[in-house]
């Protein structure tokens, strides 16, 4: 299976697909209602409450859509990497690997305002990491803040985002104070037209804004969860090792994309702390990098086995903890 998604076939678009249908069948079957927190923005409230009605008809409404999100994700990460050519050749490792990151926890497969701000973070990335280019266009800075100043109105600890989006700029652009401007009046801009439909509605503006909380999960893990986080670290540990390793043959772009990838990781795991809740909803912000790092592991690594070991080990596990964790 792993050396089918190291060649750039278009049919592993498909394969991809039914592999994620597989893998995640316990959703489908046992459909899950929404994950609604108190951090939750107003744009994901009024979203659930408009598909209310249709999930009571359709039941798998939910697990649908966190499906479409999880497999867009997927696929548009590996054709990110692909077209910036992260990688020494075209593959789909890195959508096969979200697609195992995202199987390995329940919460990870249902609607939640952290699995849609998910897409918004890729989007950003790809936005932001495009204007190294001398010539680029200063509407994929704007476009990039505009996109977070949507994500922050599904899941407001996403403003923590923001200081991702600062290195990135710093990092790929010289320093020029109207492009941050730009930046910042993309940011304001969902609110800007939030504030006017509410002011011509009459409506109280404090829906717009959302309580910071500040904590950590405080459920006790399972040892299903030190077997996820486990199946998690050690390909991530050896993907980060590889991308290190292979640094020095790197173009400066490419070095930078994988640094971002990192500072990625590390800005989702800080929004977290903002927004404590009952169960692992909130780790999924931080597989989308991960998978990144995972695939590259899985093309570079000089074991051959090991890709398959990992693979099928990864998947074994998900089947089991469907089976009998009695948490799916």
């Known amino acids: 299976m792993v050396g089918v998604f190291r060649q750039k076939y278009s049919g592993n678009i498909v394969t991809l697909f039914f592999l994620g249908v597989l893998l995640k069948l316990p959703v489908f079957i046992f459909p899950q209602p929404a994950l609604e927190n108190a951090q939750d923005g107003f744009a994901y409230k009024k979203l659930i409450q408009m598909l209310e009605p249709f999930a009571t008809a359709f039941p798998s409404l939910y697990s649908l859509l966190a499906f479409i999100l999880i497999f867009f994700n997927a696929i548009t990460l590996t054709r990110f990497i692909n077209n910036q050519r992260l990688m020494v050749s075209p593959n789909y490792l890195p959508g096969m690997a979200y697609l195992l990151l995202t199987s390995l926890v329940p919460e990870f497969n249902v609607l939640s305002s952290q699995l849609v701000v998910t897409v918004f973070y890729l989007i950003i990335f790809i936005q932001i990491f495009r204007s190294f280019k001398p010539n680029v266009a200063k509407t994929d800075i704007f476009n990039a803040g505009l996109m977070l100043g949507l994500a922050t109105t599904f899941f407001t600890p996403s403003l923590v985002f923001l200081a991702w989006l600062i290195i990135a700029l710093a990092l790929l652009r010289p320093f020029k104070l109207n492009e941050w401007l730009l930046m910042l009046l993309g940011l304001l801009t969902p609110y800007y037209f939030a504030i006017a439909i509410l002011y011509l509605k009459n409506s109280d503006f404090s829906i717009l804004f959302t309580q910071f909380d500040f904590g950590v999960n405080t459920q006790s893990p399972t040892l299903w969860i030190a077997g996820a986080v486990f199946l998690i670290l050690a390909p991530l540990l050896t993907g980060a090792y590889y991308s290190q390793s292979y640094a020095g043959r790197m173009l ?77």
């Open 252 to 328: 400066i772009h490419v070095r930078k994309a994988w640094s971002l990838f990192f500072i990625f990781i590390l800005v989702c795991i800080l929004a977290i702390f903002f927004s404590p809740t009952a169960g692992y909803e909130n780790w999924v912000m931080v597989l989308t990098p991960i998978a990144a790092f995972h695939g590259f592991g899985y093309y570079n690594a000089e074991l051959k086995l090991y890709p398959k070991i990992v693979f099928w080990t990864t998947v074994l596990f998900i089947v089991a903890s469907q089976l009998f964790s009695g948490s799916w």
